[in-house]
C-alpha cells in the first residue's frame, strides 16, 4: 500500500513532560527516510531504536537506526545506522523490547503486500540477529509487546489485504521458542485490526489498549 504513495520523511519531534510548556520540538533527523517502521526505548542502554520500515519507491529497509539520549540534551544527539541489519526488509511489523534486554521483530510485510511469519530477535549486547520460532499465520500490519510475566504477544494484522484482518491474537514463550495461538474470549479481539497501535499496562493499571489505524 505505500509504494508511490505520498512523502516518507527523515524528521522527528519529541515531547519533553518536564518542560513547562510541554510542546512538541523537533528532534534529530534520522538517517533514512522510513515509515512503517518500528520504534522502542530500552531502559537497559537509555536508547531508542528504530527498525525496518518503507523508504520510498521500492525500498523496504533492513537497517537499524539508533539514537542514544544524552545527559547534556538531544542537541548533542544524533541517529546512528547501526551495523547489525535484519536479514530480510520490511514494514509494518510488530517490534518490542523484552525483559531479557533483546529487541523481537514479529511479521511484517516485505513489499507491501506479501505478508511474514518470520520473527527475529537481537540481543543488544551481541552483535547480530538470530531467527527464533516463526508465527503460526503471516501478519503484516500487526503489533507485538510483551506482558508481566515475559510473554511476547502478537495482535492484529493481516494476512492478506483481500480478507479480513486477523481478530486472534499469539502468544510466544522464549523459554520454549514457541508460538501459540491465545486462546479464551480475551485471545481474541472483537473486531479484526490492521496498521494499529498497542499500548501495554501492567499489573495494578489496567488493561491492554489498543488505537486502531483500520478494522473490519
Not at 535484519?86 to 523481537?104: M, V
Not at 510483551?146 to 489485504?161: K, S
Not at 486477523?166 to 520454549?176: G, K, L, N, P
Amino acid at each position: 500500500p505505500y509504494a508511490d504513495d505520498g512523502e516518507v520523511f527523515k524528521s522527528s519531534e519529541m515531547l519533553f513532560y518536564e518542560s513547562k510548556d510541554r510542546t512538541w520540538l523537533a528532534g534529530p533527523s534520522m538517517n533514512l527516510r522510513r515509515c512503517g517502521h518500528g520504534m522502542v526505548y530500552s531502559i537497559f542502554t537509555d536508547t531508542i531504536y528504530a527498525l525496518g520500515g518503507y523508504g520510498g519507491g521500492t525500498s523496504f529497509h533492513t537497517t537499524l537506526e539508533t539514537l542514544a539520549l544524552s545527559r547534556s540534551g538531544l542537541q548533542h544527539a544524533n541517529w546512528r545506522v547501526d551495523r547489525r541489519e535484519i536479514s530480510e526488509g520490511r514494514s509494518g511489523h510488530g517490534f518490542a523490547l523484552g525483559p531479557d534486554r533483546c529487541l523481537y521483530v514479529v511479521g511484517g510485510s516485505k513489499n507491501g503486500s506479501d505478508m511474514l511469519r518470520s520473527c527475529c530477535r537481537l540481543d543488544t549486547r551481541c552483535s547480530s540477529w538470530e531467527e527464533v520460532a516463526a508465527l503460526n499465520v503471516a501478519r503484516g500490519y500487526t503489533t507485538a509487546g510483551f506482558d508481566a510475566n515475559g510473554y511476547l504477544y502478537a495482535i492484529g494484522g493481516t494476512q492478506d489485504f483481500t480478507v479480513p484482518p486477523e481478530v486472534h491474537m499469539e502468544r510466544y514463550d522464549s523459554r520454549m521458542n514457541k508460538w501459540v495461538i491465545a486462546s479464551g474470549s480475551a485471545g481474541q479481539l472483537h473486531r479484526g485490526r490492521q496498521s494499529h497501535a498497542l499500548g501495554v499496562v501492567y499489573p495494578g493499571r489496567g488493561a491492554l489498549p489498543l488505537s486502531n489505524s483500520s478494522e473490519h
